[in-house]
């Protein structure tokens, strides 16, 4: 079965820095996310992504973040100037339609812990 | 905003036994859609199984189903049967019936399968 991946699997790095994430949705998928995870606490949503432009962000996804899809197949978040409270799993998402209908429910890849020290 | 509650940080069940996870939700919205996840130490979210508000059967995925109570705004999950493969952080999620799938999560349940 197809997979959403997500490279790497942990990334740290020195407050200040900036850091790249990257993730290879489902190949037939056309809306992409990035979502977090802040150790202990709940799974937020960051940005959705279609038709190489944001379609939703969230207050979380301010501008030290952006979202790229810069070929055919990858999908990053970007984040310019590392700050310690980003440090948290984030985990990219994909689906081949816009709605949570049957057919198209969001498809998560394994994570990428940041650590920001 | 809408909101998602679970009030069990753990739970644990003897294998073969069955449980029932529970999660509450807030909206005011009346279409909608309530999902339960899945996530084990491979850090992967899958998911368990899906219910559109407006359909009043509860869905059924093999040995996980939901009790949905719409009025209550109440989505449970029950495992039947349970299998040391199901253990796994569980978390409940709504995402609207418009725009993206901006899901709201509960913060987790650590379900623990005791052999």
């Known amino acids: 079965e197809p997979e959403v991946t997500q490279t790497p699997s942990h990334q740290v790095t020195q407050m200040g820095q900036e850091v790249i994430l990257r993730c290879v949705p489902i190949?037939?998928?056309?809306?992409f996310y990035w979502y977090r995870q802040i150790l202990g606490q709940k799974v937020e949503f960051l940005v959705s992504?279609?038709?190489?432009?944001?379609?939703?962000k969230s207050e979380i996804f301010d501008d030290q973040f952006s979202v790229e899809r810069p070929d055919g197949s990858n999908f990053t978040l970007k984040i310019r100037s590392t700050k310690l409270e980003d440090s948290a799993m984030y985990f990219c998402?994909?689906?081949?339609?816009?709605?949570?209908?049957?057919?198209?429910?969001?498809?998560f890849g394994n994570g990428t812990r940041l650590t920001v020290t | 905003a809408q909101t998602v509650t679970q009030s069990q940080p753990e739970m644990s069940v003897q294998e073969a036994e069955t449980v029932t996870l529970s999660c509450t939700y807030d909206?005011?919205?009346?279409?909608?859609?309530l999902f339960w996840y899945k996530q084990p130490p491979s850090r992967q979210m899958i998911l368990v199984i899906r219910?559109?508000?407006?359909?009043?059967q509860n869905a059924t995925e093999n040995r996980f189903s939901v009790n949905f109570q719409k009025a209550a705004k109440s989505f449970s999950l029950k495992i039947s049967d349970s299998q040391l493969g199901d253990a796994a952080m569980y978390f409940c999620?709504?995402?609207?019936?418009?725009?993206?799938?901006?899901?709201?999560f509960g913060q987790g349940t650590r379900l623990t399968i005791n052999p």
């Open positions: 998402a994909s689906s081949p339609l816009s709605k949570a209908l049957e057919n198209s429910p969001l498809h």
């Open positions: 190949s037939n998928h056309l809306y």
């Open positions: 992504f279609y038709n190489n432009e944001i379609s939703e």
């Open positions: 909206t005011s919205e009346s279409d909608y859609y």
């Open positions: 219910q559109e508000a407006y359909k009043q």
């Open positions: 999620a709504y995402n609207p019936s418009q725009g993206a799938q901006k899901l709201v």
